[in-house]
């Protein structure tokens, strides 16, 4: 049904049928009730193309994600649940979120580009953050609202939220060293992006606060995910003197890395201690433990759609904020996969 066909339906014009579906005040609210009931009565549905025309806006939030970093080594692990929270501040507003997949064939920029010229969205999450990013920059000049999962070296005042890479690396480096370790190995990402450069340098900080000296040769550069692990665990086999301990910046790491331990006769928790990252279905299920870190994912995307809204005028009033620089806090989970040191 069209709204010409609900105003003939109701005996109305079509302009205070409009009205009343918008919610204007000018509408009297008999006449606002019989509308809304006969549209749910008859299925009506705004076309939201012609509308976007007329209002100049789509109603449309876009979350980017690019597959060769995220969604491959994470599944919906991780951004399900981040979505759901999103979205369920953003129904509130009658606002959509679409996902956009950027492959891995196709340069990030380009594609935030393409995106932005085509008036798809009205506003922005974008993750996976860069050291220097330059679709921050981008999004600046153009004055697009945006908020970023992950902070980034690029300047400018914009909206950021990130998980707490440094506090997992110091409460992990603390854990160990209480257990006797002190050739601590770190996994860290084999790219650019922003986050193995925090966790790296919280790794460093809280060995030198604990009066151990930084070693180049523990930091494994790897892929985030089980071949990564495998090959981090490969690359501390090969080590004249092997780790006694591992943090690892992802999750699924931990899984190549068991393989290759149990290849070589290595036993995880008891011969080598692992901390891996974020709690998952796989960390719970893994042989023995993973002792890793508990984070709300719904939460964090509760938080990330409020930090974009308050940059919207059409709902900053609903979400007042100065100024969004939120390192998102996590807990830790002890498993099985560590403990005291055995060695000599």
């Not at 609900?6 to 019989?34: C, F, M, Q, W, Y």
């Not at 993750?127 to 330059?134: E, K, L």
């Not at 400018?156 to 890479?165: K, R, T």
């Not at 925090?198 to 930084?214: D, P, Q």
Request: glycine share 10%.
């Amino acid at each position: 049904m069209s709204i010409r066909d609900l105003a003939r339906h109701l005996n109305i014009s079509i302009g205070t049928v409009s009205r009343a579906l918008n919610g204007k005040s000018d509408v009297n609210p008999e006449t606002r009730e019989r509308v809304l009931v006969a549209a749910k009565e008859f299925g009506y549905v705004p076309n939201q193309s012609g509308r976007s025309l007329r209002q100049g806006t789509t109603n449309t939030i876009g979350f980017m994600i690019e597959s060769s970093i995220e969604t491959a080594d994470n599944g919906g692990s991780f951004f399900m649940p981040v979505f759901e929270g999103v979205q369920s501040v953003f129904r509130r507003h009658q606002l959509d979120l679409v996902a956009l997949l950027c492959g891995t064939d196709e340069d990030p920029g380009a594609y935030l580009n393409r995106i932005v010229g085509r008036r798809f969205v009205d506003g922005l999450i974008i993750s996976a953050t860069m050291r220097n990013d330059p679709r921050i920059t981008f999004l600046l000049e153009r004055k697009i609202p945006f908020v970023t999962l992950g902070r980034s070296a690029t300047g400018g005042q914009y909206p950021w939220i990130d998980l707490d890479f440094e506090g997992v690396a110091a409460t992990a480096v603390a854990r160990l060293l209480k257990f006797g370790h002190q050739r601590i190995a770190i996994g860290v990402p084999a790219s650019d992006i922003n986050l193995g450069y925090v966790f790296l340098e919280g790794y460093r900080r809280a060995l030198s606060a604990n009066g151990i000296s930084f070693d180049p040769d523990l930091v494994f550069p790897a892929n985030s995910n089980e071949e990564g692990g495998y090959r981090v665990a490969t690359a501390m086999l090969a080590q004249k003197q092997m780790p006694t301990a591992v943090i690892l910046v992802n999750e699924n790491m931990a899984i190549g890395l068991y393989r290759r331990f149990y290849e070589a006769g290595i036993h995880p928790g008891r011969d080598i201690a692992v901390v891996g990252f974020r709690e998952s279905t796989q960390s719970r299920f893994l042989s023995p433990t993973l002792t890793c870190f508990r984070i709300s994912l719904r939460d964090l995307g509760i938080k990330l759609a409020e930090a974009l809204l308050s940059t919207m005028p059409a709902f900053a009033s609903n979400y007042p904020q100065d100024s969004i620089d939120l390192v998102w806090p996590m807990e830790l989970v002890p498993g099985e996969s560590d403990g005291p040191w055995h060695g000599t």
